[in-house]
């Protein structure tokens, strides 16, 4: 203990260092005292005021209530009385009104001293709940001037929004304000009292021409000889509401609250610790939230892509350290752009949902299913051999094939065709295997659809999935047997400045010869990935188009034009743009009624063949579009330096923009953009009023999609209906 006497010299010593130890302790227990109660009384203090605030609103609320529906109700009595009496004895020749009217046999009061009668019957007997009378600055009695502050004030503020020969009743807003009226605290209450029957105009104006009404304006310094007319501010009606007895009251309540407060206040202080964790509890739900969020699809709550080629990973690494097999599956739904295209995005979501469900309830507790994106999904099997893999793969695929899709009234029979992929211990990849499922599925659809193909190591040749010379084949053939042709879907302008009304894109179609429709998005991929868009495809649009322009079948003019979409490899092609030249000349058209549509990627991928193509034919008359403009990242960059005439919408940002407020600001931004340099910008995916509401309202100028109109077959044109 020697090192200790010699730190604090005695025991005295130790006692000191005791001391102001507790005295230490106790500074700090002072401060935190006085902290709370500082904090206590500060939050008893600002409830208080906000109480009482909040009592002050609700009163002055009530009775700008109580003095709106007294207003109203006189005026209606006044107009219900001047419609019904005054007009009836001039409508009989029986009477008339006069402000005279007690001494004259058969006549009666003016509509305005009819009110002032009623205002004086429903004031004495409302038990000082409020009263009310007439003012006006053109009064016609001596007791009908504007005589204080406040009537002079609420007067002016009506007749600012008065207007000379309104055409329709003007929407008045009534003026009031809190003040002291002989000794008691009263909202003042002003409404315009309009004339609004033409007997009100009448009976006013005549009566304006008086000698006593003129002497009564000259004394009263007001010009000399209005004249009214229907709906025009005639006079007001100002109603007391005393605030005396309510505010008693509050102020009783407010008593009773006061403790109410200061007990709240104290148990505030110790809800402070429950709202901290509270906030706490709340962030941990917001993070499990965004991460849910980041592993899943927000439309079938599956797991996405990235999520799923995690839990693959585990899957190989599972598979290579225990020798374990797996068993991947790549899902694409058939027949699925025929629900698209038919009954619009929102039934193909009904449907992902749906079948995303369906599909999770078929599976073991080891296994895992996601979507990958459009109608794709992926399932990993997992401790699962090939044969057992390929019961529940041809499991899945009767399921969805057993499935009805009803929507709309209409009943949908949707299959899928499957890839599956073994993983074991010589899979080599994430990679390697997400392509080897893909080539599966496709091998799947190739063969027919609605079947399951397992991939094995001589399907190296099915990764090329077909050759040039067989899609040629089938496209020449469709060309030949007019299985390949043409629908329209317009768009229409939301402005009726725009000189273009109509604006109409020609849609590409292709059946097999069992009638069966082949997806759109397929035809399109096969013919871009072999090249055969400008030698095939295009070349057959743009002649068909011209052709039915030219015949007729698919009018057009300068307020109705007619899109045509170009491939990217279109673009580059010289020989393409010189046949574009030669078809428009001999058909004959105009070329200011074609448009040409280029997606936004296509562009920027050959921006300079894009601009040297654009300019040639816009040279000739011919417009332009950009397509799916806003879904690259430099949209805004490139567009300053491609000259068109119409900005189309990328349909993902317009889709739920009722919603989401990141498409509202996209679109806003893109509306802007094509407002600054003067191009008119078309919205995709409008699919219901309420979208179309508000792109309309962020100044879109034309509009299209399923809210809009469908496409439709050309008359005379295509393969007979199966």
């Known amino acids: 203990m020697r090192w200790l006497d010699a730190v604090l010299g005695s025991s005295g010593g130790a006692s000191r260092v005791s001391d102001d130890l507790r005295g230490g302790l106790l500074a700090v227990r002072r401060r935190v005292l006085i902290t709370a109660l500082l904090l206590l009384t500060a939050v008893v203090g600002l409830t208080w005021y906000l109480v009482s605030r909040g009592q002050q609103s609700v009163i002055e609320f009530q009775a700008v209530t109580l003095a709106e529906i007294v207003a109203r109700q006189s005026a209606s009595s006044r107009s219900v009385y001047a419609e019904h009496v005054v007009g009836k004895l001039a409508r009989d020749g029986a009477g008339a009104a006069s402000e005279t009217y007690g001494d004259e046999l058969g006549n009666v009061p003016l509509p305005a001293q009819f009110l002032k009668l009623v205002g004086q019957r429903s004031s004495a007997e409302s038990a000082g709940l409020y009263r009310y009378r007439l003012v006006s600055k053109w009064n016609l009695a001596e007791n009908q001037g504007l005589r204080d502050d406040f009537q002079r004030w609420a007067w002016a503020r009506l007749e600012a929004q008065d207007r000379p020969a309104p055409s329709a009743p003007i929407a008045w807003t009534p003026v009031w304000r809190i003040e002291p009226v002989d000794g008691v605290s009263t909202l003042r209450f002003m409404r315009a009292d309009p004339a609004v029957t033409s007997v009100c105009v009448d009976c006013h104006n005549a009566l304006e021409g008086r000698a006593p009404t003129v002497a009564l304006r000259m004394r009263d310094g007001v010009p000399t000889g209005k004249v009214w007319d229907i709906n025009r501010l005639m006079g007001a009606i100002e109603v007391h509401v005393p605030l005396d007895r309510v505010a008693a009251l509050a102020q009783n309540q407010n008593r009773i609250a006061l403790f109410s407060v200061f007990s709240l206040g104290l148990a505030g202080l110790l809800a402070i610790g429950y709202f901290v964790y509270a906030d706490l509890s709340r962030a941990r739900a917001l993070n499990r939230e965004l991460a849910w969020q980041a592993g899943h699809d927000g439309l079938t709550g599956l797991i996405n892509r990235r999520q799923f080629e995690r839990k693959l990973m585990r899957a190989l690494e599972d598979a290579r350290g225990e020798d374990s097999h797996h068993a991947l599956m790549f899902l694409d739904l058939d027949q699925f752009k025929v629900v698209n295209d038919t009954s619009g995005h929102t039934a193909g979501d009904e449907l992902l949902r749906q079948l995303g469900g369906l599909l999770k309830a078929q599976l073991r507790s080891t296994d895992t299913i996601g979507r990958l994106g459009g109608d794709e999904f992926a399932v990993l099997l997992g401790y699962c051999d090939l044969p057992k893999a390929r019961a529940i793969a041809d499991k899945l695929r009767q399921t969805v094939a057993n499935f009805r899709f009803t929507w709309d009234k209409r009943m949908f029979e949707i299959g899928v065709s499957i890839g599956l992929v073994p993983v074991d211990a010589r899979s080599s990849s994430i990679a390697a295997l997400m392509s080897a499922a893909d080539v ?149 058209i105009a070329p200011q009624v074609l448009c040409f549509e280029v997606t936004e990627t296509a562009a920027i991928n050959n921006l300079a063949h894009a601009i040297e193509f654009i300019n040639s034919l816009r040279a000739l008359g011919c417009r332009f579009a950009l397509d799916d403009f806003g879904s690259g990242l430099s949209s805004f960059g490139y567009l300053k330096n491609l000259p068109v005439d119409f900005l189309k919408i990328d349909g993902e940002f317009v889709r739920d923009i009722v919603e989401d407020a990141v498409d509202r600001a996209m679109v806003t931004a893109i509306c802007g953009v094509g407002r600054a340099i003067g191009i008119p910008t078309i919205a995709e995916w409008v699919e219901n009023d309420a979208v179309k509401g508000v792109v309309r309202e962020l100044g879109v100028g034309y509009a299209q999609g399923y809210g809009i109109a469908r496409p439709e077959r050309i008359p005379g044109h295509g393969p007979a209906r199966t």
């Not at 604006?503 to 096969?526: F, S, W």
């Open 440 to 588: 599966a599925c496709y091998a799947a659809k190739e063969s027919g659809r609605n079947r399951v193909h397992v991939f094995e190591a001589s399907d190296g040749e099915l990764g090329r999935r077909q050759t040039d010379m067989e899609w040629s084949g089938r496209i020449t053939d469709a060309l030949r047997e007019e299985r390949i042709y043409l629908e329209v879907q317009k768009a229409v302008a939301l402005r009726g400045e725009l000189p273009v009304t109509e604006y109409r894109e020609v849609l590409l179609r292709m059946q097999e010869r069992d009638g069966t429709p082949v997806p759109t998005d397929a035809l399109i991929r096969a013919a871009e990935r072999y090249n055969l868009m400008p030698s095939h495809v295009d070349r057959w649009v743009v002649k068909t188009t011209c052709r039915l322009i030219a015949g007729g079948a698919l009018p057009a003019d300068a307020q109705r034009i007619v899109a045509i979409n170009l491939s990217g490899a279109s673009l580059g092609d010289a020989g393409f743009l010189s046949f574009v030249r030669e078809e428009i000349a001999a058909q004959g």
